[in-house]
């Protein structure tokens, strides 16, 4: 998220309006980051009631508080961010106090976009989003509104108009959700150290998750695997 008058705004925007969110994200740092970004309650009306880093820790956190609105990233370690609604579907039931999920993500493939949207989320936005359009995208998903960033509505609105089942790729199931963000990073160019500070891994974990898809995959370097995800519109 960009610094700058976003916090500003957020203050001039506050009076008079109340969120209680939980962040789920496996990144501390990030975690972090959005409290003081978002979690100023007095200017900006958003009070951070609870954190949590895996899919059990999240379904415990939300259990225990039940927040208005969950801040969700899309790959955790334990199930993703689809197991998490998947063991909040009652929560998100609820008709007299519903939780509602914004996912937060790195990522901005069609694939996990359409799959947290499937599971119950309201709404999706990238981690580039600022800090102002942040708070003022949980008061919109609180209010039942849903909300993307502007290049996601469109994989929700193709999908959605279709009534075909997306096709099952056994070579991509084979991968882990962090494998499939190395993958997609890989194939977009990123040298190894980018896709390391990006996802607040190291350079070895990057390797590693390299070789892994490699393998996998049967592929016998990054130019196979470019064309092999971009031939699957992974890119």
Sequence with gaps: MTEGTEGMQGEETAAGRHARVVLVDDHRMFRTGVQAEIGRTSATGVEVVGEAADVDQAVTVITATRPEVVLLDVHLPGGGGVEVLRRSAAMMADAEQPVRFLALSVSDAAEDVIGVIRGGARGYVTKTITGADLIDAVFRVKDGDAVFSPRLAGFVLDAFASTDAPPVDEDLDRL????????????????????????????????????????????????????????????
């Design 176 to 235: 882990t959700q962090r494998e499939r963000e190395v993958l997609r990073l890989i194939a977009r160019g990123y040298a190894y150290k980018e896709i390391a500070k990006q996802l607040f891994i190291s350079v070895k974990t990057v390797e590693s998750h390299v070789s892994a898809v490699l393998r996998k995959l049967q592929l016998s370097n990054r130019h196979e695997l470019t064309r092999w995800a971009t031939a699957r519109r992974l890119v």
